[in-house]
T-cell receptor, first 112, second 115 residues
Framework: TQLLEQSPQFLSIQEGENLTVYCNSS?????LQWYRQEPGEGPVLLVT?????EVKKLKRLTFQFGDARKDSSLHITAAQPGDTGLYLC????????????FGKGTKLTVNP | DAGVIQSPRHEVTEMGQEVTLRCKPI?????LFWYRQTMMRGLELLIY????????DSGMPEDRFSAKMPNASFSTLKIQPSEPRDSAVYFC?????????????FGPGTRLTVT
């Protein structure tokens, strides 16, 4: 069974600070996705990374896929209260399967 | 376009009762997923359908759980009989097979409480 470990589990920071959250596995994934979930809502897709070593930027968010496609990181620059939420990474098994394996998430709180 | 629609949003029921959760996927999407989310276990895949056919139900906890997809625009997840340990938020998600990396779009969830 493929597992994704996310760290830290909880993170509370002040507005304007930078942060990085991590998603690690011993398994290789065909692609990896990051979702953000707000209370009372479903996860919303932020980005998909497919190629080992790939870096994608979405405004103040930078996503990186490890060279071996086993891990990923999300870096937020100058965090804002609107960034508060649960960040989930999900690995696609691929190779004919549509299943995603989700990490348990990092709960981020950005205080004004 | 409307996103994934789930109903009800909240369900409170007594142990032993039957519970039916409903989902309407995004029009044109041909894959549908049912997940369960709890604090302890995170987001777990229960079952997924492709073109209305169940492909993988290995995540369904036990025989009390069943899921159907009678057509491309509707699916149900039924729990009979329900137990307190079934309390969780249940999400439905849909995707378009072939879309790069199978990006999934989630509904708002049904919060189930079994007392």
């Amino acid at each position: 069974t493929q597992l994704l470990e996310q760290s830290p589990q909880f993170l509370s920071i002040q507005e304007g600070e930078n942060l990085t959250v991590y998603c690690n596995s011993s398994s290789v994934f065909s692609s990896l996705q990051w979702y953000r979930q707000e209370p009372g809502e479903g996860p919303v897709l932020l980005v998909t990374v497919v190629t080992g070593g790939e870096v994608k930027k979405l405004k103040r968010l930078t996503f990186q896929f490890g060279d071996a496609r086993k891990d990923s990181s999300l870096h937020i620059t100058a965090a804002q209260p609107g960034d508060t939420g649960l960040y989930l990474c999900a690995g696609a098994e691929g190779w004919g399967s549509e299943k995603l394996v989700f990490g348990k998430g990092t709960k981020l709180t950005v205080n004004p | 376009d409307a996103g994934v629609i789930q109903s009800p949003r909240h369900e409170v029921t007594e142990m032993g009762q039957e519970v039916t959760l409903r989902c309407k996927p995004i029009s044109g999407h041909n894959s549908l997923f049912w997940y369960r989310q709890t604090m302890m276990r995170g987001l777990e895949l229960l079952i997924y359908f492709n073109n209305n056919v169940p492909i993988d139900d290995s995540g369904m906890p036990e025989d009390r759980f069943s899921a159907k997809m009678p057509n491309a625009s509707f699916s149900t997840l039924k729990i009979q009989p329900s137990e307190p340990r079934d309390s969780a938020v249940y999400f439905c998600a849909s995707s378009l097979e072939g879309l790069a990396a199978y990006e999934q779009y989630f509904g708002p969830g049904t919060r189930l409480t079994v007392t």
